[in-house]
């Protein structure tokens, strides 16, 4: 018999160490995750944060949502992220992603959000018809030599030309490195960088200053929060493979890079790398500071050349687009934030490249 199981975040770190979710085949939360969950600032213990379908000891569904924040007409309003949605094979095409997100949406007094979606997540949640486009960014995507053997294995490319194209885009790389020796960008006078593995005090209070510009008002809170407990983690004893999401990779970093004016720190941003894929996600800059933000992503990237890198900030990525080198190929690239409520968005909040579940995946 089918069962529909919700797990409220105050029962979430019993049920991780229960009878039920250790015998489940397919885990509905990795490890990480629930740590994450369970010290989200904006979290309450009422939360509902999963919900299942089960079947005996057998998943065939679950999503999972937590807790977000946004600042609107002076009003602080709670809303659910949905993040993490499965239906077992056997289960497909029944409706239950679809019934579980109308649960969520009732439990979360009618007020969701997602990003950085699957397209079959993408299209499961559209077809509730809940949700409409709360913000599209307008970014973009760079790539390196190194990126096209997997973009044409992706495209299904037949395999006896895929190691060709291993070959070529090695040379291809190993000459575009020489160029970029020889044609590093320059740096902005009187400008200076700091990279750290965590954000400092002094971080953190630009972000709490800064806070109120952004839509979704991440703080020192959230950033601490989002740094201790991530969602993937490189340690290789404690990857989950039961569960159907990634928590695992061995090559990944999350990063803050301190701009310094005239040795005084005016800003800094976040950025992740993951196995070739670099992504940067929140800027806490005044606008004076985003070329120096775009010189040293070039220059960092010119170094470093990971397979590709995305910018969805739309002036730094319009800078960086203007000044395309050390990048082989750029082009544009985007990503919609959906709402089932709705916002009016102020010209003077900004909307993050990492709001959402985006930073942690």
Not at 223 to 250: A, C, K, M, N
Not at 298 to 308: H, I, L, M, S, T
Request: aromatic letters at 16%; glycine letters at 8%.
């Amino acid at each position: 018999m089918e069962q529909v199981i919700r797990i409220r975040l105050d029962e979430l770190e019993a049920f991780v160490g229960s009878r039920l979710f250790h015998s489940l085949d397919v885990k509905p939360i990795s490890l990480q995750r629930a740590l994450s969950y369970m010290h989200n600032p904006n979290g309450k213990p009422e939360d509902v944060v999963l919900y299942m379908v089960t079947k005996g000891e057998t998943l065939a569904a679950f999503r999972t949502v937590w807790a977000g924040k946004l600042k609107n007409d002076n009003r602080e309003l709670r809303f659910g992220w949905c993040s993490g949605s499965w239906v077992a094979p056997a289960y497909r095409g029944k409706g239950m992603s679809v019934m579980l997100l109308r649960e969520a949406y009732a439990d979360w007094q009618t007020r969701l959000m997602f990003t950085n979606y699957s397209p079959g997540g993408q299209s499961a949640n559209l077809s509730s018809g809940l949700f409409v486009p709360l913000y599209t960014h307008k970014g973009i995507r760079a790539y390196f030599p190194s990126a096209y053997p997997a973009i044409l294995a992706k495209r299904g490319t037949g395999w006896f030309l895929l190691p060709i194209a291993k070959v070529l885009a090695s040379l291809l790389g190993s000459f575009w490195k020489l160029i970029g020796s020889y044609s590093s960008p320059v740096n902005p006078v009187g400008y200076t960088f700091e990279v750290l593995d965590m954000p400092d005090k002094e971080c953190l209070e630009i972000a709490d200053s800064m806070s109120e510009t952004t839509f979704f008002g991440r703080g020192s809170a959230e950033l601490e929060w989002i740094f201790r407990y991530p969602w993937v983690t490189p340690d290789p004893l404690v990857p989950d493979f039961s569960y159907p999401f990634s928590s695992y990779s061995g090559e990944f970093s999350l990063k803050v890079v301190k701009i310094k004016e005239n040795s005084v720190t005016s800003g800094f941003f976040i950025f992740s790398e993951r196995e070739g894929h670099l992504k940067s996600h929140h800027f806490y800059l005044s606008s004076r500071d985003f070329l120096a933000a775009a010189f040293w992503i070039r220059a960092y990237c010119g170094k470093n050349q990971p397979d590709f890198v995305t910018i969805l900030h739309p002036e730094i990525s319009r800078e960086v687009r203007k000044h395309w080198f050390p990048f082989f190929y750029v082009k544009g690239y985007g990503q919609t934030i959906y709402s089932t409520f709705h916002m009016s968005l102020s010209a003077d909040q900004a909307i993050q490249d990492g709001d959402g579940d985006y930073i942690f995946t």
